[in-house]
């Protein structure tokens, strides 16, 4: 038995405090990435993860490219993505996101997809050909793959992280305790193993985190444990935000100070990096994790 979000009344419902308040997206830069987005159809994590950085983000001239469409077929109970059944996935897609890398001139690239438990191969292949067609077109720019749970289809795997990225990502989202709530069609111990294995492969590894779910700061420090034990080099934590009134109900808005205690443990236990605070995302300030 599954375990359905809470969605509280509107009285039960927590006032975010100031630390976690951003500015509206605006400006030119903003307005070119916009542009860009919408000329080659491409989808961002920025606007299907209501994400509350996209304002300094796209206002920077940097974005988070979501390929396989916007369509998710998990429904966490976290996440803003649209669930469902996806359509095709467009062939020509890796083109399109190459061009408009080249275009925007960026010089990091953060390239995430939703889940696509449907195909066989879970979109390795196009992940494969995305990867590889940015680097053919624009070889200074350095990648950073933002990949699904695979479902342990490790052939799937080792074909997404083969193309020639700097950085591979997969994102734990919350601690073991609360998986069943968080992340139901996941399962803690087979992201663990995906992570290990991307190590193992010789890629520079990197995850995250939400709290404010309700997890305790015991739960977090034997999550960082956990992930250093697979040789995990970069950590991002922050504050979850609840997408709307049918997802999950924010715990509590855990302060900076907090925050600012899991990033000295984190650095202290042995990660290379990590990024903590309220509004940290795991793209964000992605630039400095390569």
């Known amino acids: ?42 989808h961002t994590i920025c606007q299907s993860g209501n994400c509350p950085n996209m304002g300094e983000c796209w206002g920077a001239g940097t974005a988070t ?23 095709e996935y467009d062939e020509d897609e890796p083109r399109r996101v190459a061009e408009a890398i080249d275009l925007m001139q960026v010089k990091h690239a953060v390239i995430t997809s939703v889940n696509r438990d449907e195909l066989k191969d879970r979109g390795a292949e196009i992940w494969y050909q995305t990867v590889r067609q940015v680097k053919e077109r ?40 609360l998986y069943r709530k968080v992340r139901p069609q996941g399962k803690y111990d087979r992201s663990v193993e ?7 492969a010789g890629h520079r590894t990197k995850t995250g985190i939400m709290v ?16 250093l034990e697979v040789g995990v080099d970069v950590l991002t934590i922050g504050q979850y935000l609840q997408p709307t009134k049918m997802h999950l109900a924010v715990d509590e808005f855990v302060t900076p ?3 600012a205690t899991y990033k000295a443990v984190g650095l202290e ?17 992605a630039e400095r994790h390569v």
């Open 65 to 87: 490219f979501m390929i396989l469409g916007n369509v998710c077929t998990r429904s966490c109970s976290f996440c803003a993505v649209k669930t469902g059944r996806p359509n």
């Open 1 to 42: 038995m599954i375990d359905l979000p809470v969605v509280p009344s509107k009285e039960q419902r927590q006032r975010k405090p100031d630390w976690l308040r951003v500015k509206l997206p605006i400006g030119p830069e903003y307005k070119k990435v916009r542009k860009l987005v919408d000329e080659y159809k491409l």
């Open 257 to 259: 100070e907090q925050f």
């Open 138 to 177: 624009t070889p200074q720019t350095t990648i950073e793959t933002l990949i699904p749970d695979v479902r342990a289809n490790w052939e799937a795997l080792y074909r997404m992280i083969e193309g020639g990225q700097e950085v591979v990502s997969h994102n734990m989202e919350c601690v073991r305790d």
């Open 194 to 200: 995906e992570l290990r294995r991307i190590k193992e």
């Open 212 to 227: 404010g779910l309700g997890e305790t700061e015991d739960q977090v420090f034997q999550t960082m444990d956990d992930l």
């Open 269 to 285: 236990k042995g990660f290379d990096y990590v990024e903590s605070g309220p509004l940290v995302r795991s793209s964000y300030h």
